[in-house]
Nanobody, 118 residues
Framework: VQLVESGGGLVQAGGSLRLSCVPSVSLFSIEAINWYLQTPGAPRELVASITSGGRINYDDSVKDRFTISRDDAKNTVYLQMNSLKPEDTGVYYC?????????????WGQGTQVTVSS
């Protein structure tokens, strides 16, 4: 599974960005699509996730500001980020989570840089 991300950039605090993630296979064949944030010197942290059944979860730090959604017709998952803060700065990775015979298999995109200036 290959994942192509887009939509990062530079924005002022309080602004908005929308990230996109397009997998090389149908979204219906993927258990979940997750967005992770990585900042320098820190491990990747889960920001938001959406399952093939439409179940959605957010990290507390982004609740009420970020919205994850999927467009099955376009085979795309979006992360709408509003009211951005400088601490949202980092590289955002799209992750596809699959399970096979009890094992989790992860696929990662190349990452997209988001920079929020104060």
């Amino acid at each position: 599974v290959q994942l192509v991300e887009s939509g990062g950039g530079l924005v002022q605090a309080g602004g908005s960005l929308r990230l996109s993630c397009v997998p090389s296979v149908s979204l219906f064949s993927i258990e979940a699509i997750n967005w992770y944030l990585q900042t320098p010197g820190a491990p990747r942290e889960l920001v938001a996730s959406i399952t093939s059944g439409g179940r959605i979860n957010y990290d507390d730090s982004v609740k009420d500001r970020f919205t994850i959604s999927r467009d099955d017709a376009k085979n795309t998952v979006y992360l709408q980020m509003n009211s951005l803060k400088p601490e949202d700065t980092g590289v955002y990775y799209c992750n596809a989570e699959e399970w096979t015979t009890g094992w989790r298999v992860d696929y990662w995109g190349q990452g997209t840089q988001v920079t929020v200036s104060s």
